[in-house]
């Protein structure tokens, strides 16, 4: 007779769940291409993946590369948000917290608002929280990493510096957009001291690990965190729903239903308020800019462990 090994527990059963998207998001992985945009990033492996789910019960489950740091590139602007949200709660008026569809490097939507950012996960917004926490700390990057560290001091997370050179030497696009926010009168800061700490900000590297526990003050909901006040987490979720996928985020919202936030070294991050947080590296992206199998992960397993907001 065959023995039927059920997984009973409920870390078992994401477990399985996790191993199961996992091979969804590997195979998904195959339609998306690695970014260009930043000559340093064009030789990361396309095969690279990672996952790991981390439990607001203190669970840490994962598979693949999970303690390989990447690039998190975008996924910093909203561990660097939260940084300055620390310091400044009505940071927003700055920033603003409306969804765009034009793109995260747009500057005709910049110019268009008359210099103000859409929201804080477009470039401008992200450079305008990277000012701020100049003003506020005097390093942006090193508030950013401190707050990748608050559930482990020793955790491996530094920044890339051949990466921040090389879009520091192809960042006309961010250039300008610097240029058009100080025009505007929104930047506190230097132009060459804020591109320069923001692009050694988006050259941080961690691992999913790492991305995943470090998040879980924005799923905490057994009281006020120690991190972050409980009306700036749900805002700070309200905006990742609307505006962390950029384009794609009504398309994200509709069909998985969680606040997340992508970055264009291949990772993937997801908040479930009450449970956890779910994070993805997987290097090929898709048309809009996101995790071809990153997304597909979070899919898969949002849909397998029913992690959903609505
Ligand atoms: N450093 C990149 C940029 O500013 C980050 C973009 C991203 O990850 N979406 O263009």
Redesign the pocket.
């Known amino acids: 007779m065959r023995t039927c090994t059920q997984p009973t527990s409920t870390v078992e059963l994401l477990a399985a769940h996790l191993h199961t998207a996992a091979e969804h998001g590997r195979r998904a992985a195959n339609s998306g291409a690695v970014?260009r945009?930043?000559p340093a990033l064009a030789g990361v492996p396309s095969t690279g993946f990672a996952m790991a789910v981390a439990g607001v019960d203190g669970s840490l489950l994962h598979t693949g590369d999970s303690d390989h740091p990447f690039s998190i590139?975008?996924?910093?602007?909203l561990f660097a948000l939260c940084a300055l949200l620390r310091h400044d709660r009505e940071a927003w008026n700055d920033v603003g917290w409306d969804p765009t569809t034009s793109g995260?490097?747009s500057v005709a939507d910049l110019e268009r608002n008359h210099g103000r950012p859409t929201n804080p996960f477009v470039?401008s917004g992200?450079i305008v929280v990277t000012d701020r926490l100049i003003t506020h700390s005097g390093d942006a990057v090193a508030s950013t990493i401190g707050l990748l560290r608050n559930a482990d001091a020793r955790a491996a997370v530094d920044s890339d510096i051949d990466v921040a050179r090389s879009?520091s030497s192809t960042?006309h696009?961010?250039s300008a957009i610097a240029h058009v926010l100080a025009e505007h009168g929104y930047l506190e800061n230097p132009i060459d001291v804020v591109l320069q700490q923001?692009?050694s900000q988006?050259?941080i590297t961690a691992s999913v690990k790492t991305l995943a526990t470090a998040a879980l003050f924005l799923a905490d909901r057994s009281g006020p965190s120690a991190i972050l006040d409980e009306a700036s987490v749900r805002r700070v979720n309200a905006v990742l729903l609307t505006s962390g996928m950029?384009g794609a985020a009504g398309d994200i919202a509709y069909r998985i239903g969680l606040p997340s936030k992508?970055?264009?070294?291949g990772g993937v991050l997801a908040v479930m308020p009450g449970k956890g947080t779910v994070c993805v590296w997987s290097p090929p992206l898709d048309a809009v800019?996101n995790s071809a199998g990153g997304v597909a992960a979070i899919d898969e397993f949002a849909r397998l462990a029913r992690w959903s907001v609505f």
């Open positions: 970014c945009h930043i590139q975008s996924l910093s602007k995260y490097g470039n992200a879009e960042g696009r961010n923001y692009f988006c050259a950029y992508s970055g264009i070294g800019g």
